[in-house]
């Protein structure tokens, strides 16, 4: 294995865990390194530090370990088990009729650059390192071993989530086994889940505490899921007993997803409409017609760069929404831009209400599950924020 030495005074971060090696703090690294590869990481006195998977660009390495051991199939088998207990302990693994979870959260499960999404039998992976691609197939079969017969298939869906530099000519295959079952459950309510088309692993399993929230809150009123893509909070509205549930989203095949799904656990529901529009469009369009109002956006801020334009939109959308939500209603309103931080999110939505005049009551502050663990070392694994709020 290669080695990376780290200049002086550079050590300290990596000595408290932390995952992630940054360009700047290497002092010299051995010849033809090449993206992906594994390599030990030492001090400037030769001291070993820790063994990770080398990355082009300014985080230079994602480490694995700080201890020296084999990166081999007995080592990710014994990560993913750690993984598993952790999701089990949750009760999510088959429990409560719900056999959907988030089983590898990157950092957060000491796995850098992976991430797992199981529906049912079938594990979702993604790679977003190069070193994770290269060690799909045996992370495939660990991952098999350490289900102990919950997961027979696994897909592997990296094809947008690679570094485009890295030209792998990367497809997204099945690994192992092989389905076409497309439903699975999440709190005994079903849903398709389109892994090879959907976005990110074709579900947004981290707002499932969320959506259940939602569903408390919705009895007799008059729901809208605005950016509702598979539909997820509408479904949870309808059993809630919601009045109406209208949900919208800028993509068609959202809404058509949102329709099937609304479908599939209430057939001939007249509850539920679902409609592909632009958001603002629809917001300004609307009236006063709603007492229950969710606002899920697409993260308005992918990097620290777009932070202010990022805060005016959730501004201007959570002003439309204070202005127009009926009174006595509730507002969920979410961001899931791991560049804007929970105190900037609390102050663009309280800056929204001011805004509208009206007085406005924080009833929960949400955040992501438990199975996207945030590791206390690297707290940049935190990134979804939701306020509920009610509005007189
Ligand atoms: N609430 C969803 C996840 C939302 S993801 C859930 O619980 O699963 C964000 C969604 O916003 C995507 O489906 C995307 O198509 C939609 N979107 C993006 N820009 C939009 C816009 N300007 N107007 C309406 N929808 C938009």
Redesign the pocket.
């Known amino acids: 294995m290669k080695t990376i030495t780290l200049r002086r005074g550079k050590a300290e971060s990596l000595k408290r865990f932390h995952p992630w090696i940054f360009s700047g703090a290497i002092e010299r690294a051995d010849e033809h390194l090449e993206e992906g590869e594994l390599v030990r990481i030492v001090d400037f006195e030769g001291k070993f530090l820790a063994i990770g998977h080398c990355q082009i660009g300014s985080i230079a390495v994602r480490v694995l370990t700080f201890e020296e051991e084999p990166i081999n199939e007995a080592f990710w088998e014994s990560r993913l088990r750690k993984a598993f207990a952790v999701r089990k302990a949750e009760g999510l693994v088959h429990e409560q009729s719900n056999d959907i979870y988030r089983l590898v959260h990157g950092e957060g499960d000491r796995l850098p650059g992976l991430v797992v999404d199981v529906y049912e039998d079938t594990a979702v992976m993604q790679a977003h390192s190069v070193g994770m691609h290269l060690a799909r197939h045996t992370i495939a079969k660990a991952l098999v071993e350490a289900s102990e017969g919950l997961i027979k298939h696994v897909y592997y869906k990296s094809e947008t989530t690679l570094p485009f530099k890295a030209d792998l000519g990367q497809e997204n295959e099945f690994l192992i086994g092989q389905t076409d079952r497309n439903i699975a459950s999440e709190y005994g309510l079903k849903f398709y889940i389109d892994w090879l088309r959907g ?1 990110k692993t074709g ?2 399993i981290d ?1 499932r505490e969320n ?1 259940r929230l939602l569903e408390h809150y919705a009895k007799g009123r008059r729901v809208l ?9 509408s479904v949870y509205a309808l059993r809630g007993g919601a009045e109406v549930v209208h949900s ?4 068609a095949k ?1 809404v058509e997803l949102t329709k099937s799904n609304a479908a599939l656990n209430f057939p001939n529901d007249h509850r539920h409409e679902a409609y592909a ?4 469009k ?1 917001l300004e369009r609307m009236g006063s017609e709603y007492d229950l109002i ?1 606002l ?3 993260a308005f801020a992918k990097h620290k760069g777009a932070l202010r334009n990022a805060i005016k939109g959730y501004t201007r959308l959570n002003a439309i929404a204070f202005e127009k939500i009926k009174p006595g209603g509730i507002l969920f309103t ?1 961001s ?1 831009s791991q560049a804007v931080d929970k105190e900037q999110f609390r102050l663009a939505v309280f800056t929204a209400a001011a805004r509208s005049g009206r007085h406005v009551r924080l009833l929960h502050q949400l955040h992501q599950p438990a199975d996207h663990p945030i590791s206390i070392y690297h707290p940049e694994g935190e990134y979804l924020k939701g306020l509920v709020l009610q509005v007189d």
Request: aromatic share 26%.
């Open positions: 976005q579900f947004f707002q959506r899921n605005m950016f509702c893509y598979t539909g997820g909070f919208v989203d800028s993509s959202a529009e632009d958001a603002f629809y969710v899920d956006p697409p979410f899931c």
